[in-house]
Structures are given as C-alpha cells and as structure tokens.
C-alpha cells in the first residue's frame, strides 16, 4: 500500500556536533594560567608601549601592535563595572539564574570577565537593582586547581 | 564611476522555515532578479554574507551560492552580516572587476542553539568556559549604558513600542504585533535587565541586493539608487578593554560612510535610518554613535518622538531587528529596506520624500565590528 | 579603477604545532613580518582582510578573535571565508579594495591552528550535507582519492606517476626554510606508505601544519614608492561549482578550474601558458590533483597530467616549475594555504626567494581550491603591470 501523502509532514534530520579539541595555550597564556593553578595569582602583561596592564595577559598589544614584555601582579580585588544575569535556560549554557560580571582588578588596566556568586537570587529584579557597579569584589578560588580560568570559582562581594 | 543598486529581494521573516535552508537561497536570489529585471546570466559574480556553524554547517555558502545561481560564476563568502558582503561586493564594481554582483544572505536561526554557538565565538582559554553569550554581554553593555548616562526603562520600552508598532505595517517582519510600554516593561527577564521584549528574536528569512556599475545600470534601470557612503570599522574583541556605553565601531564607520557621502550633518542630511536594534539600548547607542544626538542624549531623542514614522528622522520603519532578525541576513536587510523606502515601495511603512537613506549593522560581542552604508536616489 | 600589487609578504614557519604561540599571536607574527618586508608600519595599512577557516581553530569567528593581534584595531576589517580557498579569497579582497581605489594598502592575513582538533577530517565531515553526503564519512581526502581512481581508469595514469608528484614537492620543500615536511622521498616511499583512501597513501596527502601569512597590496602610486619590483596583481578570478561531489563525473572533475584558467588568460592575454608562465604555486593537497590541475590549466593536454610529471617540465630547471616551495604536500594550514600560494608566488616575481627562486620570473600564477573541488580562485602576478 502506498504511503499517506502527508504534505504538512517534513523530516527532520537531527545532528550533533561531537568533535573534541585540545587547544595549546601558548607561552603567555600558560604562565597565566599556571599562576591560577600553582599560585592563586592573577598576572597581567604590560604593553611596553600603552603602559597598560593587560588583563587576560596577552603577548600583543593591539592598540600599540607590539609586544608586551613584562609580568606585573595583579590584585583578585577590585570593583565591578558591569554585569548581567542570565535568566533563560538555553542549550548548552548553565542553568539559570546567574551572574556574568566585568570587574576591573586593582593594579590593572582592562578588566576580568567572571562569574559573580554571593548574591541572593530568589528576585532577579531586585538582585539586579541592588548589585550596584562600582561594587568591591574578591575573587574566590577552588581549592582543586587545575590551569584553567575557572580555577577562581567566582567573585563576590567583599562585604 | 559609481555604483547603483538595481534590485533587492526578500523572503518573510518567520520562526521556522520547513524547507531546506539552501532552497531559501534560491527563493531570495529570484525575488531579486526579478525586482532588477535581470536573468541570472547577466549577473557576473556572487557574494554572501553568512556564518559558519548558524546552520550546523561548516561553509554553508558551499549550498547557498549555487542555489543563489553561483554556478560557473565569479564568488566569495563575507563570513559576517551581509552588510559587509555589500561593501566588498561595491569593492570588485569600482576595481573593474565586475559590472553586476548578487550580494546574498540567507539568514536561518532556526536549525540550531544559537545562544550556544555566539558561545562557541569566543576564545578558549579565557571566555568560552564562563557560560557567556552574546545576549548575556548584550545585557552587560545595557547597564552599563543606562547607569552612565540616566537612561530610563520607559526609554527602552518606548524604542521597542515604535518598532514593533512600524513591524506591524510590513508584510515580512516576523513579530507582527504590538506591544505597549506596560507590556515591554513586564515582559520575562532574559539577560537582566534586558526582557525579552527589550531584545531581537530570532528569525528564519533572508535577502538579496542587485548592484551593478553606472554604465550598466543606466541601460536596464529607469531610477536606480546610488551607494553613496560606506564605512566599516573593528575594535577590540576583548569585552575587558573597551567602554561598552560607545558603540565605537559604528562611530568609525559613521566617519568614513559620511565623508565618503560630503554628509556634514547627519540628522539634515539623512531621510531614513534603518539601525540594527539588537536591542531597545543598542538602538538607543546608535542615535549618538552615528551623530543622531550627543553622547547620551538618545533618552531625549526618543522621548521627543524624533525617530518615530512621522519624527524629523524615522528609524527602523520596516521594524528593525527587534521584529525580525534573520541571523546574517539583519545587516543586509537594513539597506534592503532603505531602498525599498528610497524607491518609495516601502507599501504600509512607506515614509515621505526619502532622498537618502542609511543603513547600520554591529557585529560581535560589544558590538565590535559595524558597518554604514548611505544610498541616495 | 586602480593597478594594484603586492609590495610585502610574511609568513610563520609552519610546524605541526605551535605550541609557543596561540592564534592571535601567529597573525601578528605574520603581519609584523610582511610590514618588515614592506618597510611600512601598521599606521600605513587602511584596512585588512581576514582568512580562517573556523572549525579548524576550535572558535567560531575566529576572526575577530585574531585581527586585533594582526593589526586591525581600529581599522576596517572584512572577513572571508570560502573554505580551502580561503586564503586566496581574501588575497583577492585585498586586491579588489585597493583596486576600487577605496584604500592605498590593504593588508590580507590568514591564519590557521589546524592542530587544534583532535582528528580534522571528522570536521571536514561537517562541509557536506546533512540531509544526502554526511553521513557517507566523506572527508577531504576523498576529495584527491575519488579523481585519482577515475583518472586512472579513463586515462590510464599510474600510481608511479602520481608519487612523483610527491617527490618533487618534497625535493623543493628542502629550499624552504618555513616549509612545514623537509624530507626527501622516493617513489618506492610513496608507493610502501600506507593507505590512507585507496588510491592514496600517506605521502600523497598534505600534513596538517598550525602557521600564518600575511600580503601586503598597494595602489599604483603608492607600490612604487615602497619597492622597485613589486608583484602586478594581472589578473584574479575565482568560480563556483555544484556542491555536490555526484554532479561531477570524469572530465567534470577540473570542467570548472579549466573555465576559470581560461578567464583568467584572457583577462592576462596568456596564449600558451605553458610557455607564457614562469613558475606556479598551485593549491595541490593531493598528488591527483596535480594530474587534474596541470590539465586543466592548460600545460599539457587532456589525460597527459602524468606525463608531464615524468619530463620533469614542473620540477625545479624545467619549463615551468610547479611549487618551488614544496607547495601543500609539504605545508597545510588550511584557510591560510591558499593564501600561502600568492605570497609565494608573489616572492618569485619579486625576486625574494631564495634557494627556492626560479631565475627571472615575469609571470606566476597562483591557484587555490576549496570545499568539494567546488571554489576554484586563480591569480597572475607579473614583473610588468598589466
Ligand atoms: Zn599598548
């Protein structure tokens, strides 16, 4: 018997995309890290050039294109300078509610993109409106580490 | 020597197109030749604007272009909005290269998690395990704006009113209703304190440009429309080491589209403005970006009703963004729109005596690329 | 409506991988060295393009990732993007926005990290189409493996004739320093190696190399005021097929590489190229493909691809050496290889090669390849402007 030409019916071929990567940090990006897993430390690099001291450390200096070429410590405090909460559920991205901060670390000249915990979430809105930019903010680290950026937990108040 | 637009064609916006994404290419492709009056045989050289990874698909021009009718033609991919693609497309005219080119975007979000994959644009080492996307930075660089200059809530809700207001007038916006300010305003948060009403859907729709040089265009076309400006500009990829309240590409690209064009004052010289409202703020940063108003003056702007249908400088007439957006295709979609206002076939979202339009794209997290471009009739 | 030429190149030395260096990094070590060879500054660059082929860098967008690093902070930056040709694309791009007369200098910049990926064919997987040739496994390498079995079958050509293919791009590839394989094989090396897709073996495929490269074009009045010999851009076309590998049988295989050889000639006013042209750098990842390219392109008649191998007209001394550098058997940093191929070629005309340089070359012609043998781009470069 032939089939029931359905016209409203369209196949939907499913796919995924499972293909695994292994990306080598690099000199610079794997001191940075390093300092995250060995040492609880959060170094920038200094543009030769600008000045700046350039959070992530980074080889290049865009504005100058040169070379940076000195490790300055960084505070894992300062004040935060955006955020944003996401509220959605979307494919592939943590449950929400949570935190995504700008904070800009004492001694340097760009800011940290992190996770920011410590705020109560059962009201987004008055979350939202409470956080105020300008807060002060200490990273918090894991006690495992293990060479990545999310070795720093995430950031919270200090007070 | 210049460039004129002779054709433009578009497919409606909707949220899901049943039919192979490829076979959009063509619908699109066709709606614009035959706008131009030209066969495909008359058309030299093909160039999309489209995404890697959108579609689930690495090179997806490797469908789009030949179904565009790309077969034994000239052809290259803008992996970027289409708006770009029109600028490198206006590029191979002026070389000599060319006398027509078929710009395309086909823009389908449907097919994939596109949350997850503007998540898979960012650097491994420092930013992709962080659980950020683009509506969360989206939402970053809305507060920041707002607290720097005052912005209000009701300011926001009123750009969203507007646009969806005009999207209802526009037989290929996607979102066809309007909304009013309490609605915008109580709508479901999605990256606080952005709510969904605040920011872009996503669409499946598409569009194609028709350019040719002068001397071409003069033979087959009564009232062709002249690019007159075009800017793009890229800043920083790193959301650390910028000040997100500037869209500062746009601003670049602003300069050189207006310089180009001998506009010295954009808000006399400039009819219609289709902007690329990813959302009610980034509207709002464009108006001083592009040198509608001062730095942080845009509140004002939309309060004094300027940019409305019937203001001194309407924006987003077709809807803008906020009403469809066809990833790839949003940019391209800007200028197919300006035309269609220049040409005075814009139907029930026609605005009067458009001499000169501009259109406007931003790319990237913190809006880091845009691209101007001015046509006049 | 301008002239334009190349007046600067740069390029990493391609490896396996860099470890030492991420991929912003290896953009600006390739910018930085093309400005160096072009004694410019990034001041006076107006805009770049931008070639990178994403998956293969593990980031979707790579590019805006990257361009900062390669100098285009600020500056109007244009991403291209059409699979193995890439590169050549935006050298065409870059070509194209000077010629317009929209900028003086226009530096395009390729990238790519292609040991990124733990296995890259399963990406190149993800080019085909879901709905009809994904799920057949069909990878890059059947794109030199399934001609090569049918190019034996119709012509007649040997295994033997295609490892030479082989044997001269590793022979050539021991004259340059940033060529990615220096080893020399024999065709008994090619012939014992393993089978990677019958009929090819290892040592008919392209290794996988992480490195970038970086042009440097410039108007008329301004390429004359930065170098005596830069390389006239004389001609750049590229062509579209089918995407799908069953629309093309036989001969259709190189149909449209040969239409676009043809435009490209008329364009150059190049009668017989096989004496008209100096040197080639032609995109050949596969040993097969340099059978169907030679034929295509007009150095040797229909079928007679191996042959010409045999006389040895392609290798260095001979009539027109094919690949001085070693060409992509020897390097293969996907986006950035085609790109590769007119930075080479450029070198030739400017008289920078080095060991590997062909003595007074007037005319070289470049080649690029992507998705399934379906975006061809070609360029003729010349001592003399067009
Ligand atoms: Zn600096």
Redesign the pocket.
Known sequence: MATKDNKDEYIIVEQTWNVPFRHYAGEITSRYLKEFRDNKKIMGRR?P????VLIPARKN?E??F?ETDEWIEVNDEGKLVTFSINCIKYVGMPDPPYIMGLIRLDGADTDILHYIKGIDLSDVDKAGRELKIGTRMKAVWKEVRVGNVTDIDYFMPTV | MRVAVIGVGQIPAETCKRDVFSDQSALISKAALADAALDIGQINNVVAGEYDLVTGRTAEHMYTIPSAGGYLKDEIRINDDGLFALAQAYMGIMAGEFETTLVLSTGISSEGPQELITNMRLAPFYHRQLGLHEKLANGMQALQYRERYGVTMKQSAKVAVKNRKNAVRNGYAHLQQEVTEEEVMKSEFDCWPLRVLERAPWSDGGCAVVLASESFARRVCLHPVWITGLGWSNETYYLEDKDLTHLTATKHAAQRAYKMAGINNAVKDIDVAEIYDVTTYHELMAYEALGFCKEGEAGHLIDEGFTQMNGDLPVNPSGGVLSSNPLSASGLSRFVECVLQLREQAQDHQIKNACTGLAHCITGYGAQRSCVAIVRR | MKRAAIVGVGQTKFVSRHRDLIHPELTFEASRAALEDAKLSIDNVDALTMGVMDPFDGVDCCDRWICGAAGGYNKPVIRINTAGATGMSAAIAAYEQVASGMFEIVMAVSEQRVSEPVDAQSLLNTCTCPYHERAMGGSAISLGAVPATRHMYKYGSTHEQRALSAVKAHKHGMNNPYAHLRFEVTVQDVLNSMIVEWPLRLLDCCPRSDGAVAVIFASEDVAKTITDRPAWVNGAVSIADGPFFGDRPDVSYRAALAVAARRLYQKCGIKNPLKDIDVAELYIPFTSLELIQTEAYGFCDEGKGGELLEEGTTWMGGELPINPSGGVLCTNCIGATAELRVAEAALQVMGKGGLRQVPNVETALASGLGGMLQFHTLMMLGSEPR
């Open positions: 543009c050039k600008c000045k700046r200096c504005r100058c040169t």
